[in-house]
């Protein structure tokens, strides 16, 4: 009777217990970044546009500060008197439109994203600080906030760059100190709400330090705002340093700026629109890909906020 049943359990398939498997929360992630279509189309648009202002050199048919005064103002190539030599024209001094835009693009990205770098940390530091602490810290970043919100930015901006010359790092510096308010607003917000969370009045409870609990529980946790609003302040730096060169206050010549370009050539605005028109579409392109990822992102992380 032994042997049988042996001879039964050694015969007898083994089964293994079902293990029900669904995707894993990065796999879910992805699928939703691939499926929003507006934060593909901005993320694309914005890679192309940095690989063409990284590879500037290599793509730009000419100098950007070359002068040709025997070809001035030549028109793009799709004009009748246009040539393929200087695909998208020259502009008042002979300069290659083409090869000038690339390197503004530089120009243009190098702005927003220094700017938005310097304005994120003092934004953040005040905005987590107002939040977690709270009595006397809240009270003098809400009235710091207040006091920034009564500046009006261009303004503000303007005489700055006025009193201290246009420089790319004036300018530079001069956006990074003004645009710091959204993301203390948008970080005070975010801290306020997490740090009654379970998890954070645990840490306090185990004795963990006020560093640890800011880096550790806090500051992993406004990642996915925080990442936003960079997006957002990075075109809003990119379009007020346009709007400063343009004026004459901002980047200032033979510097390939696009803001600048524009301001070149709106003398020639009813002779020659497309001198206005090829830098002012390529700011509204640049800033629609920001906008776009940015929106995109917060559809992402944050679903439950958008209907």
């Given at each position: ?29 992805v699928t939703k970044v691939l499926g929003h279509k507006g934060l593909m189309f901005g993320a694309i648009v914005l890679l192309v546009i940095f690989l063409m202002a990284l590879f500037a050199p290599l793509l730009a048919p000419y100098d950007p500060y ?164 960079v997006t957002l302040e990075m075109a809003h730096a990119i379009l007020l340093e346009a709007a400063l060169s343009f004026l004459g206050l901002g980047v200032q010549p033979p510097t390939p700026s696009w803001g600048l370009m524009v301001s070149e050539g ?42």
């Amino acid at each position: 009777m032994t042997n049988t049943t042996e001879t039964i359990h050694a015969v007898a398939p083994k089964v293994e217990p079902e293990v029900l498997s669904g995707p894993t929360p990065r796999q879910i992630l992805v699928t939703k970044v691939l499926g929003h279509k507006g934060l593909m189309f901005g993320a694309i648009v914005l890679l192309v546009i940095f690989l063409m202002a990284l590879f500037a050199p290599l793509l730009a048919p000419y100098d950007p500060y070359h002068q040709d005064l025997m070809h001035r103002i030549v028109p793009p190539v799709w004009d009748a008197k246009g040539s393929w030599d200087n695909i998208l024209g020259t502009d008042h001094l002979g300069r290659d439109y083409l090869s000038r835009l690339l390197y503004g693009a530089r120009i243009s990205l190098a702005i927003g994203a220094i700017a938005a770098l310097i304005s994120g940390i003092i934004g953040t530091s005040m905005g987590v600080a107002a939040g977690y602490f709270g009595g006397r810290v809240d009270s003098c970043v809400t009235f710091l906030i207040n006091v920034r919100l009564a500046m009006p930015v261009v303004l503000v901006a303007l005489a700055v760059v006025a009193l201290f010359g246009g420089s790319l790092e004036v300018v530079i510096t001069v956006l990074g100190l003004l645009l710091w308010d959204r993301f203390a607003v948008v970080m005070r917000s975010a801290t306020l709400q997490l740090r009654s969370m379970e998890y954070v009045t645990a840490a306090k409870a185990i004795g963990c330090s006020t560093k640890r609990i800011l880096f550790s529980e806090i500051m992993p946790n406004i990642t996915n705002s925080l990442i936003v609003i960079v997006t957002l302040e990075m075109a809003h730096a990119i379009l007020l340093e346009a709007a400063l060169s343009f004026l004459g206050l901002g980047v200032q010549p033979p510097t390939p700026s696009w803001g600048l370009m524009v301001s070149e050539g709106k003398q020639m605005l009813l002779f020659q629109p497309w001198m206005i028109a090829i830098p002012g579409v390529a700011l509204f392109i640049l800033v629609l890909a920001i906008n776009l990822l940015g929106d995109g992102l917060r559809d992402v992380s944050a679903p439950e906020n958008r209907n």
